[in-house]
């Protein structure tokens, strides 16, 4: 069964720094393309960042641009997502996203075909 599981949120005050993980289940996962999205309360699930599956590309949310960076090891079938200068607007249950090719739109959840349960960061003022 493929799985994606993520880690490494929590409590942290704003300036302050989180590094999410995401480890996949399956060595499939070595040629997909990943995602981080985000999904605070009372609001529509956005894409936060992305990364092709040898590292090669990266792609990010204006909103994140700067401050998050988002990188994979290959070898260990996970992906992170280092996030620096945390703002309060940055609270949100974030989400690890796979997709089997790459998509036309990678900041599109249609595009993505398997995702994780979400870990939350919570970013205090």
């Known amino acids: 069964q493929v799985q994606l599981v993520e880690s490494g949120g929590g409590l942290v005050q704003a300036g302050g720094s989180l590094r999410l993980s995401c480890v996949t289940s399956?060595?499939?996962?070595?040629?997909?393309?990943m995602a981080w999205f985000r999904q605070a309360p009372g609001k529509e699930r956005e894409s936060v960042a992305a990364i092709t599956w040898n590292g090669g590309s990266t792609f990010y949310a204006d909103s994140v641009k700067g401050r998050f960076t988002i990188s994979r090891d290959i070898a260990k079938n996970t992906v992170y997502l280092q996030m620096n200068s945390l703002k309060p607007e940055d609270t949100a249950v974030y989400y690890c996203a796979a997709a089997k090719s790459f998509p036309m739109a990678w900041g599109r959840e249609l595009s993505y075909d398997y995702w994780g349960q979400g870990t939350q960061v919570t970013v205090s003022s």
């Open positions: 399956a060595r499939t996962f070595s040629r997909a393309f």
